[in-house]
């Protein structure tokens, strides 16, 4: 009989009341001190360990808290900082890190950089394909590694002298290079791997030498497609690293390693994490291929998704590995924890019923221990299994899950759904007809700064301190005050703000039926950006009209065109959590017919632009090339059937997020959305690129400047940057807008920097009219 062990890969950062990120944006305005910051961090960690020794944890892990983003802690970690931030060595290090997490040291007055002047952010992309964002490390072939950060160290120490067995968490060499991008030309990062993995050699040495036994070391790109120079790197590589004497558990996730498994098995490892609900078959091939004195990690609790798990049926996959393995066994979730709420005992306010069928990190912790009793030779039925069990019935068979009409509607849908009546030239020259608008004509991409007031006012309608009449007066109040700043900026596409809305996908989820939502239940976006993801726990249907009065009200105010505003279905199924008793493409096309009578409502209103957001499409991409074209086709069509049922004067927007677009995009132009906007400007118009080699066919707003960051760009660094896309893609198909939407900035920073954008549209207006023909493509 194997000796059960159970382990996390790591756990939500932010605190059961979001301390980090409310301890994040006071340092950032100068509210508190470094010292302040530093003991909210080890206060959470510490809170976080002694947690996860209390939930029968057989080792703790350590590494995986960030302040602001785990790649960013590489980098420092690593000495890797880019040349092109002006560091000298001597500044904190915290302001360091969020200068290249924020684009300047902070607002705080504990900022040492701020003399180097204005750098931009790195660059922000999803990791894999969670809605969590990365910073994404730069390299040239000047880069050069050293062990640069104590902090590792220093958390380490901490939890060994509060008792805890800690396992050690890092991000593996190639994982950490594939991240990154080339910024020179001329060079493959791969090239730096030779001078990196010493470095690694010495933190594990390091980390051996403060008796730490097993340190985690996550590849999770050994689950994509890997060229084969990448996948040859491992077999040198952790032969190198193997030398150091620490323990290595290598941990994979969120896919399946197909023809990478057996090279996994066979490297000089101690231990191997399989993702077994990404890749349950390969659990049991991994059990048969890893050597007998290696630890075989199952990563058997889904750490993605926010429902109970079958313990019948996770059993089931572990009876037969148990009885094969005559090394020892570990326990753990899928993946990090990260993804997931912290707590399932905050939801006091959330329905009984619904609350019973599902688990958040603590409680996922919970279904360990359970499985591990369970496991333990001759004991009697753990009391969580008779739960867990009597649980997931009750799910399957509740009538709330099925309505018989949306299947009807799904069963009985007209061919030629998913088009719009005629081709995009057609519709273009309708639509510059019905609208007049300039050349290079300015927007935004929908939120305008939600200020104190009206998450003040918000607040107040939910604790029923307000009534609704008098939170909706207040709310148009916000409306207007946001049309007539747009319009005093020269804006030529106007939106109404978004002010009564908490979150692009919460807020359409509040007036669907079969979501349900937490109060409590945050998880991290990037930094101090957290979001509540809504519950999908059945079939999907709008019960009314959820933005008319809004856009109606906002385009009342205005003679100039207002953007009716809307999230697409596959951002809400990708921003929420997915019901998993039935296959995703079929939510999404339920969620995709209740938006498209949305869309069609906006219209009849006299709304003639209307924006569907798409920002997770490509985060939804699987990461096996195989898998690719069903979910484009299903995905691609799920936009399509909620855009298409408007008359071609109509003008459908979409916005994508940070993202890699060059790999997929035939199926973005296979949305033909008339205008798409995209976060371009932390690549400098990089990410455009890839458009115009395509030829994209339809408008486009490449993003001119960062809204993540608080630095406002100047006029003349705009004017460059669309200068760089008028050089790629036709000008009369350019649209000028921020790369996102402006909900997080403050209205003094946002109007300077609008201000700037519309001065920007206009000179480049100006040259273009000016400039020989021959000349236009270059400008």
Known sequence: MANIHTHIL??????HQRELKF????????????????????????????????????????GDFAFYDHVANHIQLLGCEPERFGFSGEENDLDRYFTMARGIAGESSQSCCAHH???????????????????????????????????????????????HSAKAVLIGPLTFLWLGKEKTGGFERLSLLDQLIPVYCEILHRLKSMGVEWVQIDEPILGVDLPAPWRNAFERTYWQLAQNGVKLMLATYFSTLEENLRMACMLPIAGLHIDAVRAPNELFIASDWLADHKILSAGIIDGRNVWRADLDQALAQLQPVLEKRRGNLWLAPSCS?????????????????????????????????????????GSAEPAGLLAARAANMARRSSPRIHRPEVMEKLQTLPAGIDARKSSFPVRQRLQRERFR????????????????????ARLALRNGSMAPELYEQQMQHEIAYAVKKQEELGIDVLVHGE?????????????????????????????????????????????????????????????????????????ILQWSFVRNDQPRA????????????????LERAGIGIIQIDEPAIREGLPLRRSGWKDYLDWATRAFRICASGVDDSTQIHTHMCYAEFNDILPAIAAMDADVITIETSRSDMELLRGFGQYSYPNEIGPGV???????????????????????????????????????????????????????????????TCKAPESQVQHL
């Open 117 to 163: 002047g204005n750098r931009n952010a790195l660059e922000m992309t999803k990791w894999f394909d969670t809605n969590y964002h990365y910073l994404v490390p730069e390299f040239t072939e000047h880069t050069r590694f050293s062990v640069a950060s104590e902090r590792l160290f220093n958390e380490v120490r901490e939890a060994q002298e509060l008792g």
């Open 586 to 601: 079929r939510t999404a096309l339920q969620i995709a017919l209740a938006m498209r009578d949305e869309v069609t409502d």
């Open 10 to 15: 790591g756990f939500p950062r932010i605190g």
């Open 499 to 571: 002010a009564e809305r908490n979150d692009m996908v919460e807020y359409f989820g509040e007036q669907l039926d079969g979501f349900a939502f937490t109060g409590r239940g945050w998880v991290q976006s990037y930094g101090s950006r957290c979001v509540k993801p809504p519950i999908i726990y059945g079939d999907v249907r709008r019960p009314h009209a959820m933005t008319v009065k809004w856009a109606s009200y906002a385009q009342s105010l205005t003679k100039r065109p207002m953007k009716g505003m809307l999230t697409g279905p596959v951002t």
């Open 705 to 767: 400047y960062d809204i993540h960051s608080p630095r406002t760009p100047s006029v003349d660094e705009m004017t460059g940057l669309l200068r760089k896309a008028a050089a790629v893609i036709p000008r009369e198909n350019l649209w000028v807008n921020p790369d996102c939407g402006l909900k997080t900035r403050k209205w003094d920073e946002t109007e300077s920097a609008l201000r700037r954008m519309v001065e920007a549209a206009r000179q480049v207006r100006a040259e």
């Open 437 to 456: 608008l300039p050349g290079f004509p300015t927007t935004t991409i929908g939120s305008f700064p939600q200020t104190p007031a009206i998450r003040s």
């Open 23 to 62: 301890a994040l944006e006071k340092y950032w305005s100068g509210d508190i001190s470094t010292e302040t910051l530093e003991q909210t961090g080890s206060t959470l960690r510490q809170r976080h360990w002694a947690l996860q020794k209390a939930m029968g944890m057989d080792h703790v892990s350590v």
């Open 337 to 377: 924890l990260l993804h997931v709420p912290v707590s399932l005992a905050q939801e006091t306010g959330l329905d009984t019923e619904i609350r019973s069928w599902l688990a958040f990190a603590e409680e996922k912790m919970d279904e360990l221990k359970t499985l591990k009793e369970a496991l333990e030779p």
